[in-house]
């Protein structure tokens, strides 16, 4: 058997920090889903230094773990989609709010000549059954307004947990990846432009979970402060592979 057929078609990756709690309903519906297609398909949890377990209850689930110092999201979501395996690289959030079954649209974007393929809540047919606080959603679209300026031009949402690219690509732009925090989407989509690729966004399902680790002052802050260092990283050169 060649290294090509032993290789999954899938890899999910999905970054957990202190979410012992929501993960064994995530997994567990993951893994159902993955094993009702027609591929073979790998979850793996990247622990980044969780304290409440999260590591233990993930492998009782049976599905690869890795761990991370924590360095923040970004960092963790890096080292699961370069130790993935699959053909094809799914980063999805532990929340599960984009609902795994909406994997489907994505690979379809890939089928129709798309080389990578995002989940969009900014789109006309986007379908959010549960909205955000609205509070949210307005720094949200603000927030969308300098991501257009400094670093992503026409993209909508480049903050939906849910993306997919071929192994190939995944390797090519999470290498060169240097933001370790929330910022870390707009890079890889930064990077993804300035090197020609074809992005679909793809009008996805997406539930609000209140439960969320994101502060708007401080984390919105930091996204700024990081888009600021992507442009500046760019014009110094600083992106290997570019």
């Not at 309903?25 to 027609?38: A, N, W």
């Not at 809540?121 to 300026?149: C, D, K, T, Y």
């Not at 888009?227 to 110094?236: E, G, P, T, V, Y």
Request: aromatic residues 8%.
């Amino acid at each position: 058997m060649s290294e090509q057929e032993r290789q999954p078609f899938l890899s999910v990756v999905i970054p957990a920090y202190n979410e012992a709690r929501r993960l064994p309903p995530t997994l567990t519906r993951v893994k159902q889903y993955l094993s009702e297609q027609g591929y073979t398909a790998e979850i793996m949890v990247v622990d980044n230094a969780s304290t409440d377990g999260t590591g233990e209850v993930a492998r009782q689930t049976g599905v690869e773990v890795i761990e991370e110092r924590r360095r923040g999201k970004g960092a963790a979501v890096r080292k699961g989609m370069l130790a993935a395996r699959g053909q094809h690289v799914l980063f999805s959030d532990a929340d599960l709010s984009t609902p795994i079954e909406e994997i489907e649209k994505l690979l379809a974007a890939l089928r129709a000549g798309a080389d990578l393929a995002i989940g969009s809540r900014a789109l006309p047919e986007s379908n959010i059954v549960v909205h955000q606080p609205w509070h949210r959603e307005m720094i949200g679209r603000f927030g969308n307004v300098l991501v257009q300026v400094l670093a992503v031009r026409g993209i909508s949402d480049t903050q939906c947990g849910f993306k997919l690219f071929p192994r190939h690509l995944a390797r090519r732009l999470f290498e060169a990846q240097r933001m370790t925090g929330i910022a870390f989407d707009m890079e890889v989509l930064f990077l993804a432009q300035r090197w020609g690729l074809r992005i679909a966004e793809v009008p996805v399902v997406w539930v609000d979970n209140p439960d969320t680790r994101f502060s708007r002052v401080r984390d919105g802050l930091d996204a700024l402060k990081d888009l600021l260092r992507i442009r500046w990283n760019w014009l110094r050169g600083r992106y290997r592979g570019v």
